[in-house]
T-cell receptor, first 115, second 114 residues
Framework: NAGVMQNPRHLVRRRGQEARLRCSPM?????VYWYRQLPEEGLKFMVY????????ESGMPKERFSAEFPKEGPSILRIQQVVRGDSAAYFC?????????????FGPGTRLTVL | GNSVTQMEGPVTLSEEAFLTINCTYT??????LFWYVQYPGEGLQLLLK?????DKGSNKGFEATYRKETTSFHLEKGSVQVSDSAVYFC?????????????FGKGTHLIIQP
């Protein structure tokens, strides 16, 4: 059973460009979470999605960031007009259901560098 | 709001030493507690978890006990190996209060010297 897959693993963008990060959850998982890890920091929750629905986006910056999880295909985290402060590791996690004690399984992350 | 505090690193130990990494939490409900481990350049792997008070999570020689009275979930291992060198994150899940994301501590970098 393949784990959570993320691509690309490394992404370099110039200021003002768009970054698209993809996440394929584990087979059988319908819940996806995105986290951001700044250098020397822990992970910060950004957004929680189920198929075709955003459930909780309380951790998402109000501007330039968006996320989707379509009926078919991977979840996408999109960052428009990137700035240097967006440089970080972005991790996706998935879980099979939103039960109280469900564990989240993490992908390898996408490391975004903004020049 | 919820928060997790864990000891600052780096923590440097010799092989076969006893390990303790402290973790305390603040939560309004009754959270589940987790330890994740991150090896260089990789994602997070679940190490162990506990879902209610007095539960003990264990895996690969690591243990942690959910202590509600002290709001703690300290990670311990009796004899560490060089291969245990990694960053360790304590985290909580408080879905019972409508929170959907995990709340993480800042991580503790563990270095084991041969």
């Amino acid at each position: 059973n393949a784990g959570v897959m993320q691509n690309p693993r490394h992404l370099v963008r110039r200021r003002g460009q768009e970054a698209r990060l993809r996440c394929s959850p584990m087979k059988g998982h319908s819940h996806v979470y995105w986290y951001r890890q700044l250098p020397e920091e822990g992970l910060k929750f950004m957004v929680y999605l189920q198929k075709e629905n955003i459930i909780d986006e309380s951790g998402m910056p109000k501007e330039r960031f968006s996320a989707e999880f379509p009926k078919e295909g991977p979840s996408i985290l999109r960052i428009q007009q990137v700035v240097r402060g967006d440089s970080a590791a972005y991790f996706c996690a998935s879980s099979p259901a939103a039960e109280y004690t469900d564990t989240q399984y993490f992908g390898p992350g996408t490391r975004l560098t903004v020049l | 709001g919820n928060s997790v505090t864990q000891m600052e690193g780096p923590v440097t130990l010799s092989e076969e030493a006893f390990l303790t990494i402290n973790c305390t939490y603040t939560a309004t409900g009754y959270p589940s507690l987790f330890w994740y481990v991150q090896y260089p350049g990789e994602g997070l792997q679940l190490l162990l978890k506990a879902t209610k008070a007095d539960d003990k999570g264990s895996n690969k020689g690591f243990e942690a006990t959910y202590r509600k009275e002290t709001t703690s979930f300290h990670l311990e291992k009796g004899s560490v190996q060089v291969s245990d060198s990694a960053v360790y994150f304590c985290a909580l899940s408080d879905r019972g209060r409508g929170a959907d994301g995990l709340t993480f501590g800042k991580g503790t970098h563990l270095i084991i010297q041969p």
